[in-house]
T-cell receptor, first 112, second 115 residues
Framework: GENVEQHPSTLSVQEGDSAVIKCTYS??????FPWYKQELGKRPQLIID?????GEKKDQRIAVTLNKTAKHFSLHITETQPEDSAVYFC???????????FGRGTSLIVHP | DAGVIQSPRHEVTEMGQEVTLRCKPI?????LFWYRQTMMRGLELLIY????????DSGMPEDRFSAKMPNASFSTLKIQPSEPRDSAVYFC?????????????FGPGTRLTVT
C-alpha cells in the first residue's frame, strides 16, 4: 500500500517568514494530494489539494508543488501569521481511490 | 448541511466498560471513515465503509473494536472492553466518492478517556 513520509515534524518560524513542509509518497499510481490543517482542539480541514496532472497550485498565501518523478510534494506558506499555527497533514490517495494515506503531521508554530 | 456530526464530544469511562461512539455523515456521501488520533501514533485509519459496507478494517487494533453502519446516515464504533490505552480522539469523516471530490469532511471528534 501507499506510504507517506512528512518532514519536519515541528517547524518554528517568525511571523512574516515563509514555511515549507515536505512529503514523499511511495505509490506512483497516486494521483490526488490534499493538505489538511488542524488547529488546536479542532478537526482537520482541507486547505488545498493538487492532482497529478498539474505541478503547482496556489491559493493566496499557500501553494502546493508536486514532483511526480521524484514522488514528493510540498506545502509553501508565505508571509506567515500567528493564525497559521497548527498541525498540517499531507496525504496521498493511492491508485485513484478515495482512500487517503496521511503523513504524521507537522506542527507549525508562528511566533509574533 | 450541518456537516459530520459525532456524539458524544467527550467520554470518560472506567477500564472494562463498553464505549459506543456515534457518527452521522454528510447526506449523500458514499464513504465513511473512522480515525483515531494520538500524539504517539498520529492519525490512524481504523475502518472505512463504502455505501454502508465495511471495506477495510485492517486498521482496527484488535477484536475489542467493532464498527457498524446500519444505514447511510448512521455509524457506530464500539470498544468492549475499553482499556486505558484506548484513550484518544476519535474522528469520523465522510467523503463524496462516486467520481466526485475526494475531500474528507471530518466531524468534531470524540475525546475518549479511559481510566
Amino acid at each position: 500500500g501507499e506510504n507517506v513520509e512528512q518532514h519536519p515534524s515541528t517547524l518554528s518560524v517568525q511571523e512574516g517568514d515563509s514555511a515549507v513542509i515536505k512529503c514523499t509518497y511511495s505509490d506512483s499510481a497516486s494521483n490526488y494530494f490534499p493538505w489538511y490543517k488542524q488547529e488546536l482542539g479542532k478537526r482537520p480541514q482541507l486547505i488545498i489539494d493538487i492532482r497529478s496532472n498539474v505541478g503547482e497550485k496556489k491559493d493566496q498565501r499557500i501553494a502546493v508543488t508536486l514532483n511526480k518523478t521524484a514522488k514528493h510534494f510540498s506545502l509553501h506558506i508565505t508571509e506567515t501569521q500567528p493564525e497559521d499555527s497548527a498541525v498540517y497533514f499531507c496525504a496521498a490517495n493511492e491508485g485513484g481511490s478515495y482512500i487517503p494515506t496521511f503523513g504524521r503531521g507537522t506542527s507549525l508554530i508562528v511566533h509574533p | 448541511d450541518a456537516g459530520v456530526i459525532q456524539s458524544p464530544r467527550h467520554e470518560v469511562t472506567e477500564m472494562g466498560q463498553e464505549v459506543t461512539l456515534r457518527c452521522k455523515p454528510i447526506s449523500g456521501h458514499d464513504y465513511l471513515f473512522w480515525y483515531r488520533q494520538t500524539m504517539m501514533r498520529g492519525l490512524e485509519l481504523l475502518i472505512y465503509f463504502n455505501n454502508n459496507v465495511p471495506i477495510d478494517d485492517s486498521g482496527m487494533p484488535e477484536d475489542r473494536f467493532s464498527a457498524k453502519m446500519p444505514n447511510a446516515s448512521f455509524s457506530t464504533l464500539k470498544i468492549q472492553p475499553s482499556e486505558p490505552r484506548d484513550s484518544a480522539v476519535y474522528f469520523c469523516a465522510s467523503s463524496l466518492g462516486g467520481g466526485g471530490s475526494s475531500e474528507q469532511y471530518f466531524g468534531p471528534g470524540t475525546r475518549l478517556t479511559v481510566t
